[in-house]
């Protein structure tokens, strides 16, 4: 079974944006660079021990060498070319607030997805860390840079993103018409409470804004049953699961059984696929392809793959443009 993909969580960088985006996990969260030792050894040809002790005692210098190393060479014309050659209709692409150049990695991410419009679309990254600056991010994300989402990573900005202090965000979003992807599951900022990417924070969000439409980044893991409770209770309530390998959803104990049980029910057409293929090694077709040897029904197979995620960049496209 071959299906067109839709990949609706990519992080595609320069070096430049790429060591923006690390220099702002090691100083808030620096356990993310010894994490991401695997992934360094591997494009470095060192071992992960090696690189693992190197990213705790300097997690700065290992964000310097993460990002050259992930960034050199990027071209955005053979990024596209890629995704064409192996069946993936449609990538968003994840911005960020940090600053960069003259403007800020959504500046870029957002002429990315300019160039390529047919197959490339943009989320703007937004801080919550101050909400009035946050506010003023997302309006010119979409008024000015084309953006046609948003995205939130609370853990990030430190913020309960459910707080009163966010509620004006929330509605000019609700009224925007555009999606808001909001990292949803575990992290690692170790000074940050865990649940402040926890399902519940989407629920009292969307109950709060009904006609808001949320994107649960990376499936709620570990709170995947609780996700699909709280989706089930908000029709505007999406999630993907990027981050997470499709291929080991079906292990006993990999906490996505609820998913795997319900995905092809009552939550069939808001769950869709995404990769941040960068924390894998592995491209996002391949990792589509797994989603097929899960044992689905190819009609939720095909929901998840690609027909979820085009009506909602449908709808999102349409609120953007309004």
């Known amino acids: 079974m071959r299906e067109p993909v839709i990949d609706v969580c990519e992080v595609a960088y320069d070096t430049e944006c790429w060591t923006a985006y690390l220099r702002s996990l090691a100083t808030v969260a620096p356990r993310y ?16 021990g090696e690189v693992a002790a190197a990213a705790a005692r300097d997690p700065a210098a290992a964000a310097e060498r993460l990002a050259a190393a992930l960034g050199r060479g990027f071209d955005i014309d053979r990024h596209v070319a890629a ?35 047919d197959r490339l679309s943009a989320w703007a990254g937004v801080s919550l860390a101050d909400p009035r600056a946050g506010l003023a991010e997302a309006r010119r994300a979409l008024g000015e840079l084309g953006a046609t989402g948003l995205s939130v990573i609370p853990f990030l900005d430190g913020v309960d993103p459910s707080g009163p202090e966010h509620a004006e965000f929330w509605r000019f979003a609700a009224g925007s018409g555009v999606p808001v992807w909001l990292h949803c599951g575990q992290h690692f900022r170790s000074d940050v409470p865990i649940d ?18 949320l994107v649960a980044g990376h499936g709620g893991w570990p709170w995947v049953t609780e996700m699909l409770a709280v989706a089930q209770r908000h029709a505007n309530v999406h999630l993907e699961f990027s981050s997470h390998r499709p ?12 998913l795997l049980t319900l995905g092809a029910g009552p939550v069939r057409d808001r769950v869709m ?32 793959l690609h027909g979820n995620a085009e009506r909602l960049l449908h709808r999102a496209r349409s609120g953007a443009a309004a």
Request: without cysteine.
């Open 33 to 48: 660079l010894v994490l991401f030792a695997g992934r360094l050894a591997a494009l470095t040809g060192r071992t992960h």
């Open 247 to 258: 291929s080991r959803m079906a292990a006993r104990g990999s906490g996505w059984e609820a």
């Open 83 to 117: 995704l064409a050659e192996t069946g993936v209709a449609h990538q968003v692409l994840h911005g960020g607030p940090w600053p960069v150049g003259d403007g800020t990695v959504n500046d870029r991410v957002a002429a990315y997805a300019a160039r390529h419009p």
């Open 273 to 304: 696929f995404g990769s941040t293929s960068w924390t894998q090694a592995r491209p996002p077709a391949a990792l589509a392809a797994e989603v097929t040897r899960l044992g689905l029904p190819d009609d939720t197979v095909r929901a998840w």
């Open 196 to 213: 402040v990417s926890a399902p519940s924070v989407l629920d009292r969000i969307a109950g709060a804004h009904p006609g808001l439409v």
